[in-house]
């Protein structure tokens, strides 16, 4: 398989997970990850290397636009137009709405909502001209029913599905598919200081959800049999309402 996917924040959770399984899965994987994390980066490298994968580093901060500009269209001078590219990179700054901080909300916005857009910028072209390719961008539960301490980060997955939807009727006569993963409560850093055991009382199947259960999904809509699937928000929570 010659197809190249980029994943942003590919090194830690969900992230990590997808990139593993896609190089499993025979991709050519391009690792984003914040300048500065090189090093874990070059660890998960070496792991999918290791497996007998292919990969590359491909390290930028998805809040910056410029930044994230120069990076894509240094890769893409040398390289051709990735085949995918998943959207995962993404923070968090949980408060109560009024004791959130102007920075607080700044902050989430910049980077899961304007990541969006700077990394999906410079790449439409490339695509459209292509007229081939798949788009995941990874949202949230919180984006569709909205948490409690998290206006912010509900707010920047809300618009990312709306966003996703929109491009996806954009693309859609191009054959480029867009579609949105909406993890629910999974098994990574992202929940550390969470009342984990209260909030999986509304969780029908009673656990948390494996990093690996959405590399799956991601796998598929990256896949050629996933074609006729575009515009769509799947969740992946455990039968969580």
């Known amino acids: 398989m010659d197809k190249s996917v980029l994943v942003t924040g590919a090194v830690r959770g969900i992230g990590r997970a997808i990139a593993l399984r896609l190089a499993s899965d025979g991709y050519n994987v391009v690792l984003n990850c914040r300048p500065g994390r090189e090093e874990a980066a070059e660890l998960l490298a070496e792991e999918i290397r290791n497996n007998g994968g292919s990969c590359s580093i491909l390290p930028f901060d998805i809040s910056s636009r410029e930044g994230t500009k120069m990076a894509i ?8 137009v990735f085949w995918g590219v998943v959207l995962n990179a993404g ?12 920075e607080n909300w700044d902050d989430v916005i910049h980077t899961n909502l304007d990541g969006f857009f700077n990394v999906l ?4 072209l490339p695509l459209c001209r292509k007229r081939r390719g798949r788009i995941v961008a990874v949202s949230s539960v919180s984006g569709i029913i909205g948490n ?15 966003a996703s939807k929109a491009l996806a009727a954009e693309l859609a006569s191009r054959s480029i598919t867009v579609n949105v993963i ?28 494996k990093p690996e259960e959405i590399a799956a999904l991601a796998s598929f809509l990256l896949s050629e049999d996933a074609g006729y699937i575009t515009r769509q928000v799947i969740s992946v929570n455990g039968g969580l309402c």
């Open 121 to 124: 910028s410079p790449l439409m």
């Open 148 to 162: 409690r301490g998290q206006v912010n980060y509900s707010a920047s997955k809300a618009g990312i599905i709306g």
């Open 73 to 80: 269209e240094g890769y893409l001078a040398d390289n051709p």
């Open 91 to 102: 923070i968090c700054r949980d408060n109560v709405f009024a004791a959130m901080t102007g």
């Open 182 to 209: 909406a993890p629910g409560i999974i098994e990574t850093d992202m929940i550390e200081g969470i009342p984990v055991e209260e909030m999986l009382k509304a969780v029908p199947m009673k656990r948390l959800g």
